[in-house]
């Protein structure tokens, strides 16, 4: 959030806005331009933002990228307001851990 407040800032708008502006503007699929409007509306279930069923997809499928990478860098477990994003992929909690520790391995590379 602190970043939104900065854009807002400094700009007048935020990158969402922005970036979403810019997507319709160049033309790009309505989905695409929904999951960037929604990219920020992960807590709960976001598709109560507004957003289709197809662009949350997106939004879940960056969310959990952004997951994996916290957790395979820092070991931090998901937060329970990213519960959503594993349940949107029908991933438990160990199956979550198990791709962490594969890409914390592959981070690390060949031993």
């Known amino acids: 959030m602190l970043f939104r407040s ?4 400094s700009l007048g708008v935020d990158h969402v806005f922005l ?3 810019l997507a319709h503007s160049w033309g ?3 989905t695409l331009c929904k999951a960037i409007e929604h990219h ?3 807590a709960g279930d976001p598709a109560a933002a507004g ?3 197809e662009s949350m997809a997106l939004v879940a499928l960056g969310e959990l ?3 994996v990478t916290t957790t395979a860098t820092d070991a931090a477990p998901p ?3 990213d519960q959503w994003v594993l349940s949107h992929f029908k991933l438990s909690h160990d199956d979550f ?3 962490a520790k594969d890409v914390r391995e592959f981070i690390a590379g060949p031993s």
């Open 97 to 99: 851990t198990k791709v």
């Open 65 to 67: 990228a952004e997951m």
């Open 6 to 9: 900065l854009d807002s800032t």
């Open 79 to 81: 937060d329970q307001e």
């Open 51 to 53: 957003a289709a069923r």
């Open 28 to 30: 790009l699929s309505e």
């Open 19 to 21: 970036g979403h502006r």
């Open 40 to 42: 920020h509306h992960t």
